[in-house]
């Protein structure tokens, strides 16, 4: 089965700081990975995907993430962050066949201060 | 409307009653997935519609749960003889085709389950 670790519950950062928040998954196969971000009082939504080509995927407001096969690996970066970014990251993989869906790693809640 | 809805928002109920959960997906999103929030334990997946059939159940956490999808489009979880421990925000999600695609889920606003 598959399973996603956020090795980091609770990050707090100030403005212009770099951001990396790591996400491993375990799957033997070929996967699609994926960040969800929920800012507060708003829905879950997509921040970037990967499923094939480059790994350096680059998303919305300047999020980028790697994805690193070796590693089982896909950690969400931005070189500099700003107050509204202050959110809960979600990584979530699934298998690229059968009908396995997505699973969601346990968040990390990102805080920025001024 | 353009987005998952879910009905109602918020529902408190006493332990031991039924609720009724409502998820109206995204128009033609063959694919429905349903999870619980709960503080600090990120989403856990419950159920997914592929349809009106579920392939995947795997996720119910105990026979008091149960969904169901009907003409593709709506759906319903159920959850009988409520306990505290069903409290938590359920959430809605539909993707235009199966789970194991790449295609983004889109989420609704959930509904908060109080039990007391």
């Not at chain 1, 066949?97 to 969601?104: C, E, H, K, W």
């Amino acid at each position: 089965a598959q399973s996603v670790s956020q090795h980091n519950h609770h990050v707090i950062l100030s403005e212009a700081a770099s951001l990396e928040l790591g996400c491993n998954y375990s799957y033997g196969g070929t996967v699609n990975l994926f960040w969800y971000v929920q800012y507060p009082g708003q829905h879950l939504q997509l921040l970037l995907k990967y499923f094939s080509g480059d790994p350096l995927v680059k998303g919305i407001k300047g999020f980028e993430a790697e994805f690193i096969k070796s590693k089982f690996s896909f950690n969400l970066r931005k070189p500099s962050v700003q107050w509204s970014d202050t959110a809960e990251y979600f990584c979530a993989v699934n298998a690229k066949s059968g009908n396995t869906p997505l699973v969601f790693g346990k968040g990390t809640r990102l805080s920025v201060i001024a | 409307g353009a987005g998952v809805s879910q009905s109602p928002s918020n529902k408190v109920t006493e332990k031991g009653k039924d609720v009724e959960l409502r998820c109206d997906p995204i128009s033609g999103h063959t694919a429905l997935y349903w999870y619980r929030q709960s503080l600090g334990q990120g989403l856990e997946f419950l159920i997914y519609f592929q349809g009106n059939s579920a392939p995947d159940k795997s996720g119910l956490p105990s026979d008091r749960f149960s969904a169901e999808r009907t003409g593709g489009s709506v759906s319903t979880l159920t959850i009988q003889r409520t306990q505290q421990e069903d409290s938590a925000v359920y959430l809605c999600a539909s993707s235009f085709r199966g789970a194991h695609s790449r295609d983004e889920q889109y989420f609704g606003p959930g509904t908060r389950l109080t039990v007391t």
